[in-house]
């Protein structure tokens, strides 16, 4: 559960030229960050349809 004041984030790195998804930072790839669980995976959803790799 939330507490006031400890916002949760959750991050993934993205290289979209290789289709690559990482849960951990990679030289390279672009920084994504979600504030709300809900968008965070409809991201994850949305590049498994896409066939991303993940890492």
Do not use: C, K, P
Not at 5 to 11: D, K, L, N, Q
Not at 13 to 26: I, Y
Not at 27 to 46: C, K, M, P, T, V
């Amino acid at each position: 559960m939330e507490t006031q004041g400890e916002a949760r984030v959750w991050r993934i790195w993205v290289n979209t030229e290789a289709r690559v998804v990482s849960f951990h930072r990679e030289e390279g790839f672009q920084l994504l960050e979600f504030h709300s669980w809900e968008y965070f995976q409809e991201a994850i959803d949305q590049y498994t349809r896409q066939r991303y790799r993940y890492q």
